[in-house]
């Protein structure tokens, strides 16, 4: 029976202009989209993705695709991925997040190319814990701040940004003996765990990505049944009770979740607790504890 592994997380709270929409104007644009009738700004799972693959570079892992900071492009190692239809499993990015190179028809009436090999591990879209409330900060770039910037003598350049205060979360699922290497969802693990910078704006807002509570299940149902499960309660606490809800009804089995963070500290927490959850006060033991669970799994 193949095994799961799902996750719900939700990021620690900060001052958001993460994955800009189009500018209007001198304005910065979050992106956004309506969630439960209101406003709420998001991320996307490919600037999540985009940043989980640089973490498992950072930790050592090769890599088919690496980002030219200078260039601001990606560099290929094996761009035309002989190496994975060949049967090998070379780079973690290929077999863990896959991949799409899609080639136009070079003549009229005939067909184009794609190499596709979907990702095992999949991500949702980042949603904000709160609506977006419509803040926007200006400010002003110094006289011949930047090359576009205005000329001595005339007055500074205006520009405004749209900001967010919040916190966001997503979720993510990988069948593990899908990968070519299996224990590649370990190092996916540890990478969700240790993300840092998601998207971005210039430099000028560093936002916490990592996981400040998370919920984590190895199990053999095929269905996540946790993905956006982070609210929060009157007391602006972040809660879980949907997936008190869940595990109370049957759908969920309590011995198959792990949580950590602050969440844990709760009434939500306590409740999983006596219904079967393990719980860890920090992110990093709840981690560990899943992936020893999955190396269990994986030697089975």
Known sequence: MSMHVFGAVVTHHGTAANNRGETEGNITTLQKLVWHGQVHSTVSAEAIRFALRRR???AGHTSNRIWDEDARSNEWRDATFEDWKSGGS???????????SAKAAKEEN????????????????AISLTPWPGDVTFNAASIEATPSAAKKGSNPVPYGTEVHATRYQYGFAMTPERLRQPERAIAALEAIASLGEVAGNHGRFLFDFSPDSIVLRITPDPAPRLLYTFSLDKGNRVAVGGLVSKVDAGDIEGEELILGGPVTD???????VQIGATVF???KGAVV??????KEELRT
């Open 90 to 100: 070379k780079f973690i990015d290929d077999d863990l997040l896959g991949f799409m």
């Open 56 to 58: 498992l570079i950072d």
């Open 281 to 283: 006060p920090g992110v």
């Open 289 to 294: 504890m899943a992936m020893d669970r999955l």
């Open 110 to 125: 005939t067909k184009g190319s794609a190499e596709v090999h979907r990702g095992i591990l999949e991500v949702t879209r």
């Open 266 to 272: 709760s009434a939500d927490g306590e409740k999983l």
